[in-house]
């Protein structure tokens, strides 16, 4: 299976933005904007949002994903979400290991782990974020640190379960400073992670897998780094909040 016949993505990533209100609003501008995507069209939001989300997006083709999961069915976690918790909501996606996570709230490589199987196990689609900081990338050693957060929050899963897994290559010096990895430096890295799952569960599995770059992706970069063999789709911030920004991506990924 090559890129033509793999699942483009585009996710927004709203992070702590929006209110149910302002989500309703920027709902509204987005469902005719990417009506016509050729691609699947996903907006991660916040909690708060998810009900007005998924009401919203009912019979269009805007899927809703949730922001975190916990990795517990249930129990004294307080303020936390479980992921049937989510399902029963009618949500599809969870972005899980975000840097943000991994850097604020203590997110290790395990906790990713069990967040993502969690979700697997009650439906949901998770879309497992990776990369490396400017220190990292600076001792050369990006692509062992991708290797190693791979295996750790894919440890367990079975091939079945890899089907519905997303991940997304967020090099962490890129996200929300206006700083995008080059085309180049996105595909080495989104090629690397094909590259060890196909080496835990073989060369077809690895050629089904949708890799998202993200990283101050927008309108105007999308187009090239979408046009990149290995990199199957975005994972958008900053421009995921504005519907006509986030509709020339989902265009840019139609094309690439
Ligand atoms: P920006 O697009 O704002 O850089 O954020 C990227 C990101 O973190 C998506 O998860």
Redesign the pocket.
């Known amino acids: 299976m090559d890129k033509q016949n793999r699942k483009a993505v585009i996710?927004?990533?709203w992070?702590m933005n929006k209110t149910a209100t302002e989500a309703a609003e920027l709902i509204d501008a987005l469902i005719p904007a990417v009506k016509d995507a050729d691609c699947e069209v996903v907006i991660?939001v916040p909690f708060t949002d998810l009900v007005t989300a998924v009401e919203k997006t009912k019979g269009t083709n805007i899927h809703v994903g949730a922001e975190n999961v916990h990795y517990e069915k249930s129990g004294a976690f307080t303020g936390e979400i479980s992921a049937d918790m989510l399902v029963d909501l009618g949500v599809e996606y969870v972005?899980v290991g975000?840097?943000?996570r991994r850097q604020y709230f203590a997110e290790t490589n395990e906790t990713v782990n069990k967040r993502s199987r969690a979700a697997l196990a009650a439906g949901l689609k998770p879309i497992i974020?990776v990369g490396e900081s400017l220190d990292q990338r600076e001792q050369g050693v990006t692509e062992e640190l991708v290797r190693m957060q791979v295996k750790i929050a894919l440890n367990g899963m079975t091939a079945e379960e890899l089907k519905n897994v997303i991940i997304?290559y967020?090099p962490i010096w890129?996200?929300?400073?206006?700083k995008?990895a080059t085309a180049e430096q996105a595909e080495e890295v989104c090629a690397a992670i094909r590259k060890v799952v196909g080496e835990l569960y073989g060369e077809e599995a690895a050629k089904a897998l949708t890799v998202q770059y993200?990283?101050?992706?927008?309108a105007k970069n999308a187009e090239e780094l979408l046009s990149k063999p290995d990199v199957d789709g975005?994972?958008?911030?900053?421009?995921?909040l504005k519907a006509d920004q986030f509709a020339v991506i989902v265009d840019a990924a139609t094309k690439g």
């Open positions: 996710a927004g990533n992070k991660c972005v975000h840097s943000e974020c997304a967020e890129a996200i929300g400073t206006g995008t993200g990283g101050s992706m927008n975005g994972l958008i911030g900053g421009a995921s």
